[in-house]
């Protein structure tokens, strides 16, 4: 018999509109709002931000991530998009968009990278991604 690949769902409840800014520097909180408005117009998107905090332990070596709530799905949508952009961008080449997801699916998406970083390094002619949580040919 055929096993079938069931993912976790991505939308968990309460999650569906927040998204995980990383590497925007720790500064006051005007900074980031100012730093996290021209993130967003850097990327063509003037999206209705709820609520704003950094989450996670305080290190010396990297600023924490942003947990970002928005007011639409379609914009947080629209904006992961976008996100790949954001490495062409002189101000925010460092600076990366992700869904809220829990801990469980950070795991899960952990193991899925780290299995697609193995196949191309034993394949670097082959042309590999991650699509709805399973790895594809191109």
């Not at 905090?53 to 928005?70: A, F, M």
């Not at 914009?75 to 062409?88: C, F, I, V």
Request: net charge positive; aromatic share 4%.
């Amino acid at each position: 018999p055929t096993q079938l690949h069931h993912p976790t769902p991505m939308i968990q409840p309460g999650k569906e509109k927040n998204m995980v800014v990383f590497g925007l520097p720790e500064t006051t909180d005007r900074v980031v709002k100012t730093a996290l408005d021209e993130l967003f117009e850097e990327l063509n998107e003037k999206p209705l931000v709820k609520t704003i905090k950094r989450i996670g332990e305080r290190k010396e070596d990297r600023p924490r991530p942003l947990l970002v709530s928005l007011e639409k799905r379609a914009t947080l949508l629209e904006l992961l998009k976008k996100a790949r952009n954001l490495k062409d961008s002189e101000k925010f080449s460092g600076v990366y968009l992700s869904p809220d997801l829990t801990p469980s699916q950070l795991k899960e998406q952990k193991a899925l990278r780290s299995t697609l970083r193995r196949i191309r390094s034993e394949d670097p002619d082959g042309c590999y991604f991650i699509r709805n949580n399973v790895i594809q040919v191109g």
